[in-house]
């Protein structure tokens, strides 16, 4: 592990963040979003937090209220929400890396969620995890328990749409820790947090623990937006053929149509037992 994340500028050749992620399960991406691209999000999305009150508003269960927070407001489905998110999801940076890590171990990736998440004042740290918990059944299990390196199943990013600061919230994170067993906790020394200026992004792997700060600040709220690719013979996070309009996607480009499910990983995910994509033209 290093004592600090690796920066790099969005233009840096791809073997550099694929090293920087191998290392250390973690970088922060400099010029991930362009000055355009940062205003519009931030205009997009002004316009839904300004009717949205903190908390979930239809917890899972309820572990998941103290996990995304009381004072924190978030909401998915931004593909349908942001003509620049759909720009931001097909950035080369990210599905470079979804190329390396995901297409190994699948015929093609899905998009797992895109979330804006904006940390208010007040909010305490998140508890530290890892995203691919979320598939915590069979064999995955086993793999953890076993430990050491496998099978990656995620590759994500943390976008500041704000500037990231240790009082408000960044991004806590444990490099290296995409490398142990799945029952090593990390010591406080190796949590750091990811400061970065709006435009950058946080990129990781699903294996390595992070979580929200907490934010100590009385009238500043960090705001970014999590986005991320899985493997695509799991299910996603989010339910993007209710968080997207089917009259959206049909204007979107075809790679877009694929990774939001409208296209088949061999028998899955198939409708009238074909080629899903087939919906999109009747």
Same mark, same amino acid.
């Given at each position: 592990?290093?004592?600090?994340?690796?920066?790099?500028?969005?233009?840096?050749?791809?073997?550099?963040?694929?090293?920087?992620?191998?290392?250390?399960?973690?970088?922060?991406?400099?010029?991930?979003?362009?000055?355009?691209?940062?205003?519009?999000?931030?205009?997009?999305?002004?316009?839904?937090?300004?009717?949205?009150a903190?908390?979930?508003r239809?917890? /899972?269960m309820?572990?998941?209220?103290?996990?995304?927070?009381?004072?924190?407001?978030?909401?998915?489905?931004?593909?349908?929400?942001?003509?620049?998110?759909?720009?931001?999801?097909?950035?080369?940076?990210?599905?470079?890396?979804?190329?390396? =890590?995901?297409?190994?171990?699948?015929?093609?990736?899905?998009?797992?969620?895109?979330?804006?998440?904006?940390i208010?004042?007040?909010?305490?740290?998140?508890?530290?995890?890892?995203?691919?918990?979320?598939?915590?059944?069979?064999?995955?299990?086993?793999?953890?328990?076993?430990?050491?390196?496998?099978?990656?199943?995620?590759?994500?990013?943390?976008?500041?749409?704000?500037?990231?600061t240790?009082?408000?919230g960044? /991004?806590?994170?444990?490099?290296?820790?995409?490398?142990?067993?799945?029952?090593?906790?990390?010591?406080?020394?190796?949590?750091?947090?990811?400061?970065?200026?709006?435009?950058?992004?946080?990129? =990781?792997?699903?294996? /390595?623990?992070?979580?929200?700060?907490?934010?100590?600040?009385?009238?500043?709220?960090?705001?970014?937006?999590?986005?991320? =690719?899985?493997?695509?013979?799991?299910?996603?996070?989010?339910?993007?053929?209710?968080?997207?309009?089917?009259?959206?996607?049909?204007?979107?480009?075809?790679?877009?149509?694929?990774?939001?499910? =409208?296209?088949?990983?061999?028998?899955?995910?198939?409708?009238?037992?074909?080629?899903?994509?087939?919906?999109?033209?009747?």
């Amino acid at each position: 592990m290093t004592a600090s994340l690796a920066r790099l500028s969005a233009a840096a050749p791809p073997d550099d963040f694929i090293a920087a992620l191998d290392a250390d399960g973690a970088a922060v991406v400099d010029g991930f979003l362009t000055p355009g691209q940062l205003e519009a999000l931030n205009t997009d999305f002004d316009r839904i937090v300004a009717g949205l009150a903190p908390g979930v508003r239809r917890p /899972t269960m309820p572990a998941m209220e103290e996990f995304y927070g009381a004072t924190t407001v978030r909401f998915d489905g931004l593909p349908a929400k942001s003509v620049a998110f759909v720009e931001v999801m097909q950035a080369p940076v990210l599905t470079g890396l979804a190329d390396h =890590y995901l297409l190994p171990h699948c015929l093609d990736y899905l998009f797992n969620t895109g979330q804006f998440i904006e940390i208010r004042p007040g909010e305490t740290a998140q508890r530290l995890h890892r995203d691919e918990d979320a598939w915590r059944f069979g064999p995955l299990v086993a793999a953890q328990i076993a430990g050491g390196p496998r099978a990656q199943l995620e590759v994500e990013a943390m976008v500041a749409l704000t500037d990231f600061t240790a009082a408000n919230g960044a /991004t806590r994170v444990v490099p290296g820790s995409h490398l142990w067993p799945a029952d090593r906790e990390p010591e406080p020394a190796e949590i750091l947090q990811a400061e970065m200026p709006a435009g950058s992004a946080l990129l =990781y792997l699903g294996s /390595t623990i992070h979580g929200g700060g907490a934010n100590r600040t009385v009238a500043e709220a960090r705001r970014g937006m999590f986005v991320g =690719y899985v493997v695509g013979w799991l299910r996603t996070e989010e339910n993007m053929f209710l968080t997207v309009p089917l009259e959206q996607v049909r204007g979107f480009p075809k790679r877009v149509q694929e990774v939001l499910g =409208y296209k088949a990983h061999r028998a899955i995910g198939v409708v009238d037992v074909g080629d899903p994509g087939a919906v999109l033209t009747q």
